[in-house]
Nanobody, 117 residues
Framework: QVQLVESGGGLVQPGGSLRLSCAAS????????MGWYRQAPGGQRKLVAV?????????DYADSVKGRFTISRDNAKNTVYLQMNMLKPEDTGVYYC?????????WGQGTQVTVSS
């Protein structure tokens, strides 16, 4: 069984920063990729950033967060991070981490990020 535990959400003013973490535990096996998704109020879950697990890790970002967010990983700790800078009110939502494993696709419980003055 695989468990993902997220941390780091909260309330921040526009222009501020937050760092999300997601640690996986259990019978993980091989990891294809790790990512972060956001679900805004009343909206669908959408990809924010993704990083592959091999080598230095290829990354991809939603256009709306390019230049502001950085995804990174620590393979030894089975942990993925999302550094969010210059946050905007439209970044508000529940952020979910995702681990795409050889044994299946797994989601974290979600962490609320609210950007408001």
């Amino acid at each position: 069984q695989v468990q993902l535990v997220e941390s780091g959400g909260g309330l921040v003013q526009p222009g501020g920063s937050l760092r999300l973490s997601c640690a996986a535990s259990g019978s993980i096996g091989s990891i294809y990729a790790m990512g972060w998704y956001r679900q805004a109020p009343g909206g669908q879950r959408k990809l924010v950033a993704v990083i592959t697990s091999i080598g230095i890790g290829s990354t991809d970002y939603a256009d709306s967060v390019k230049g502001r967010f950085t995804i990174s990983r620590d393979n030894a700790k089975n942990t993925v991070y999302l550094q969010m800078n210059m946050l905007k009110p439209e970044d508000t939502g529940v952020y979910y981490c995702n681990f795409h494993l050889i044994i299946g696709n797994y989601w974290g419980q979600g962490t609320q990020v609210t950007v408001s003055s």
